[in-house]
């Protein structure tokens, strides 16, 4: 048994943070993970929500990143086939649009093609998402089509000049929960996962770290020992290197604002949008939580992470100008119910503008002079967590020596034990099982649980209590079932990150969430 508290501690309860703790748990290593606020709290929230290739990487010629997070999809969908599912996206062809210079493609067909002045043309597209379809494996999701818009459905919300479209596939996922569901995974084989506690100070020694942490809610300061620390900080990474870890590097990051609107449901089936802005932009129209849509993203500088992270009144009308381009009923500031933003901590690798910085992840392991290592992450993306984490541990059973295979491709999520096409039947079975149940509740809480809904609404059957409706079917189960298993410790981590019923229930609904939180920790 080492003297030492951990071998490895993580620092950030982001989706990377948390992949690297439940692969390394899960290989045999004593970790611990500290969370400044809650799971997810950053940038791991406010994701565009896909497990997807990234198509427009492609004209950056990030082709290892666009591979890798495409074979990814499908192991990602057999892992947790609750939070994530396939979908498909609708590219509107712009015959009228004119792009600017903006990628090396684009840029490389003004040279060879002038008569274009930009456009992307339509056989480059398809070439796009013919290499999309082909480069990662596909079994699961569907090809692509070509859409007559003129008479197809998804033709209908937009302006009558776009004929023609490409339908291609990617997934959703839904982020916290990702998050929330690798933090659990991690606690049940043995991780020690602490929310609200911020590392603020290190020492370095021979062969281990001093690490202290603060109690965010006591103000309570302790020490732990580790091995070693991997700087999981994400927007935070750069200020851990040069101040609480001390070190002296050259390695930056670039913090890139993205934000979202969410406005009213703009359009009835179930398919996205992908839409081509005239500055060799692109964004997503994608229907959201059954009621609303989800448009972003933005490309904005972001110079400190200390500072608020907003969708300003120029990224809003950005995004509505954006989409009204290619909806018929044009989108305004009155269609917008909530807006949310996130920083990108993207690997500084000179980019000139943020849109084309690499969102490739960086792995750089700091050792020197015979002193405990720190491994600092830099990038990578939602879709890339497990694969970023299965490189991680390459660097940390160098530094820490080897003590299992990697083990986590397909392994399930809690809750995520079941087929990719058996979604259909864990409703109904609860549906059978349970007659208070209506398809909406029973819907929603096997896209939060999986199977573990079960366990949830079997106590809701069996204690008078349980049933307490908090607004859209929450039950005092659902609430003592997030404080026992998700790490929920306020209305705010229920209500926005582990599940998004912020948008639907009322002010004095969340409040008494939040009281029935508060007296049952
Ligand atoms: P974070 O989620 O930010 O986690 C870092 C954590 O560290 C934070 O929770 C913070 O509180 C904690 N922390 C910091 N300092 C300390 C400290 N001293 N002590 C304790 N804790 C600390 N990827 C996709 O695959 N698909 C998408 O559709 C997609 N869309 C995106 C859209 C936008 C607008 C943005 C911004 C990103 C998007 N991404 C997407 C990328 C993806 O969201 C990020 O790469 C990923 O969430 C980064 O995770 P992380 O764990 O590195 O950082």
């Known amino acids: 048994m080492s003297e030492y508290d951990f071998d490895i501690f ?10 690297i703790a439940r692969d390394a748990v899960g290989r045999g290593y004593r970790v611990g993970l500290a969370e400044m606020n809650d799971l997810a709290s950053a940038t791991s929230s406010a994701s565009t929500k896909l497990f997807h290739g990234g198509l427009r990487y492609l004209e950056y010629f990030e082709f290892r990143l666009v591979k890798e997070a495409l074979i990814e999809r499908e192991h990602l969908l057999h892992a947790m086939p609750h939070i994530s599912w396939p979908m498909r996206f609708v590219l509107p062809l712009a015959p009228d649009m004119r792009f600017d210079n903006s990628t090396p493609t684009s840029r490389l067909l003004r040279k060879v093609m002038p008569w274009m002045q930009g ?4 056989w480059l597209i398809r070439l796009g998402l013919f290499l999309y379809d082909h480069m990662g494996g596909r079994k699961i999701l569907p090809a692509t089509e070509t859409l007559n818009l003129q008479t197809a459905a998804e033709g209908q919300p937009l302006k009558n000049s776009f004929a023609k479209a490409f339908e291609y596939s990617d997934c959703w996922i839904e982020d916290s929960r990702l998050v929330a569901l690798n933090a659990q995974d ?12 911020k590392v603020i100070a290190t020492q370095r020694h021979a062969d281990h770290w001093v690490v202290t942490l603060l109690d965010q809610k006591t103000q309570d300061r302790h020490e732990i020992t580790t ?22 590097t050259n390695e930056g990051v670039r913090l890139v604002r993205g934000s979202h609107i969410v406005t009213h449901k703009l359009f009835d089936h179930d398919k996205a949008y992908f839409f081509q802005g005239t500055d060799g932009r692109i964004i997503f129209a994608i229907p959201y939580e059954n009621d609303f849509t989800l448009i972003g993203t933005t490309d904005q500088d972001h110079l400190d992470p200390n500072e608020p992270v907003e969708c300003t009144a120029e990224e809003q009308a950005y995004l509505l100008n954006f989409a009204s381009q290619y909806f018929e009923t044009p989108v305004t500031n009155d269609d917008i119910v909530w807006t949310f933003s996130g920083v990108r901590p993207l690997y500084d690798d000179g980019a000139s503008s943020a849109s084309a910085a690499t ?3 960086v792995l750089k392991i700091d050792c020197a002079d015979d002193t405990a290592p720190v491994l600092n992450i830099f990038g990578g993306k939602i879709t890339t967590y497990r694969k970023l984490a299965e490189s991680a541990l390459v660097e940390i059973e160098n530094a820490l020596g080897a003590k299992s295979a990697p083990w986590t491709k397909r ?49 809701v059957a069996q204690t008078s209590d349980g049933k307490q409706d908090f607004g859209c079917n929450v039950t005092a189960a659902e609430l003592d079932w997030g404080i026992e298993n998700e790490f929920v410790q306020t209305a705010d981590d229920f209500v926005w ?11 004095e609904q969340i409040q008494s969430i939040d009281s029935y939180i508060l007296g049952n920790q």
């Not at 993580?10 to 992949?19: A, Q």
């Not at 990150?497 to 002010?507: F, Q």
């Open 359 to 361: 969102r490739d992840y």
């Open 227 to 248: 091995k070693m620390i991997v700087n999981a900080a994400g927007p935070w990474v750069g200020e851990l290197l040069g101040q609480t870890l001390g070190l002296k």
């Open 10 to 19: 993580v620092i950030g309860g982001g989706i990377n943070g948390c992949g």
């Open 497 to 507: 990150r582990r599940t998004r019923l912020g948008l639907k229930l009322t002010n």
């Open 186 to 197: 991690a606690k049940q084989r043995g991780a020690h996962v602490m929310t609200r506690t």
């Open 411 to 459: 392994v399930p999520l809690p809750g995520g034990d079941f087929n990719v096409d058996g979604f259909d039947a864990l409703v109904k079975n609860l549906l059978d099982s349970y007659d208070f149940l209506t398809s909406t509740w029973a819907t929603r809480m096997v896209r939060m649980y999986g199977t573990n809904a079960e366990k949830i609404i079997a106590k």
């Open 119 to 122: 456009r992307r043309p339509d």
